[in-house]
């Protein structure tokens, strides 16, 4: 079995886009850190031939929806933006600050139903087949296929980014027997 820092190296970057994803930029980090905690006390018991990434993605699935029920019971505090010291990672390695002005993609991830957010982070950015992310959420291969599908659907139409990069739409066509 490999070291359990090599495994962290590997997948850490694409368990925090996933938490990101799910979550949004202020939680990712602590669930980030749960994640990597129960792993590293189950990694000894893991099936030698198990798909690591997989079972992280998994795990980091539960800590998501253990810190969306704690962020439910917890009081709404708003800081105020300018006592903010920093910011946290853009491009989903921990500690690292990279100004992309990725905002607008966030907002539109988490504009998202959550199936839809959640089927988008694994199998999109976490690159699981649908067979995997049907596992981690429940319900069929179809239906995690459909999720992601709606919700990269959405994502072309809600995130600007994507509008100003798509083709303009052809022209109506007329029809055979007109002359013009």
């Not at 990101?20 to 939680?27: E, I, Q, S």
């Not at 950015?125 to 296929?145: C, H, K, M, T």
Request: aromatic share 4%; with cysteine.
């Amino acid at each position: 079995m490999k070291p359990f820092e090599r495994v962290v190296a590997e997948h850490g970057a694409t368990v925090l886009r996933v938490c990101r994803a799910v979550l949004g930029p202020v939680d990712a980090d602590d669930a980030w850190s749960e994640t990597f905690l129960s792993a590293l006390t189950a990694y000894p018991r893991l099936d030698e031939g198990a798909n690591v990434e997989a079972w992280l993605v998994t795990i980091a699935h539960r800590k998501a929806i253990d810190v969306t029920r704690r962020r439910a019971r917890a009081p709404i505090a708003v800081p105020d933006v300018a006592d903010l010291l920093h910011e946290p990672s853009r491009d989903g390695i921990p500690g690292r600050r990279i100004d992309q002005g990725d905002d607008d993609l966030w907002r539109a991830l988490a504009a998202l139903p959550p199936k839809q957010r959640q089927a988008v982070a694994y199998h999109h950015v976490a690159g699981l087949p649908y067979q995997e992310v049907a596992s981690i959420l429940g319900g069929s291969a179809d239906a995690a296929r459909r999720a992601a599908s709606d919700g990269m659907a959405t994502l072309r139409r809600t995130y600007p980014a994507a509008r100003s990069s798509s083709p303009a739409p052809s022209p109506a066509r007329t029809s055979k027997g007109s002359a013009s």
